[in-house]
Antibody
Framework: QVQLQQSGPGLVKSSQTLSLTCTVS??????????WTWIRQVPGKGLEWIGF???????NYNPSLKSRLAISVDSSKNQFSLNLSSVTAADTGVYYC??????????????????WGQGTTVTVSS | DIQMTQSPSSLSASVGDRVTITCRAS??????LGWYQQKPGKAPKCLIY???ILQSGVPSRFSGRGSGTEFTLTISSLQPEDFATYYC?????????FGQGTQVEI
């Protein structure tokens, strides 16, 4: 059974860097069928896709966050991490790590965000 | 970015009711759509992917249809544990985008 366990502080001061880690069990971050992804849920804005890192270490970021964002992977620990710099109150919300996995059905391929971490409530304080 | 629009934003229903939620994409996404259920204080849970394929362990009262730009999620007979917020999300391209959610309440 695949599980994602999130860790990291729930309180970050304005202008500092938000750092979260997601530890994967039951699957490998080097798996070729998955994008290891971060999403956040900001009050009043719904679900916002932040970005992913692939098994190759390639990344894809939301353009609105790209200048402040870094997602990395540590295959030795089977973890991937999020760093968001220069945070403001607008970055307050619940952050989720998840697996965006490729499924093969009858020669066709489909993605599904099938396993999620428990979520981390992050508050940016002044 | 692909915009996803859900309707209604909320609905009231009773146990046993048939409920349908609609999701529209701003451009064609073939059938690269998922439906997610979120209960208060919990992470979203994948119910359906590829517009109509039930995720393992999801009850058969949930079903999805559609392709291109219009999709539906139907709950054939609403159960007490189904009261939650439902989101559609497109898997056609990055950035992944989601509808604003439909809250199903009593």
């Amino acid at each position: 059974q695949v599980q994602l366990q999130q860790s990291g502080p729930g309180l970050v001061k304005s202008s500092q860097t938000l750092s979260l880690t997601c530890t994967v069990s039951g699957a490998s971050v080097t798996s070729t069928d998955s994008y290891w992804t971060w999403i956040r849920q900001v009050p009043g804005k719904g679900l916002e896709w932040i970005g992913f890192i692939s098994y190759r270490g390639s990344t894809n970021y939301n353009p609105s966050l790209k200048s402040r964002l870094a997602i990395s992977v540590d295959s030795s620990k089977n973890q991937f991490s999020l760093n968001l710099s220069s945070v403001t109150a607008a970055d307050t919300g619940v952050y989720y790590c998840l697996r965006d996995r490729l499924y093969s059905i009858s020669r066709y391929y489909y993605y599904a965000m099938d396993v999620w971490g428990q979520g981390t409530t992050v508050t940016v304080s002044s | 970015d692909i915009q996803m629009t859900q309707s209604p934003s909320s609905l009231s229903a009773s146990v046993g009711d048939r409920v349908t939620i609609t999701c529209r994409a701003s451009q064609g996404i073939v059938n690269a759509l998922g439906w997610y259920q979120q209960k208060p204080g919990k992470a979203p849970k994948c119910l359906i992917y590829a517009a109509s394929i039930l995720q393992s362990g999801v009850p058969s009262r949930f079903s999805g249809r559609g392709s291109g730009t219009e999709f539906t999620l139907t709950i054939s007979s609403l159960q007490p544990e189904d009261f939650a917020t439902y989101y559609c999300g497109q898997h056609n391209s990055h950035p992944r985008t989601f509808g604003q959610g439909t809250q199903v309440e009593i």
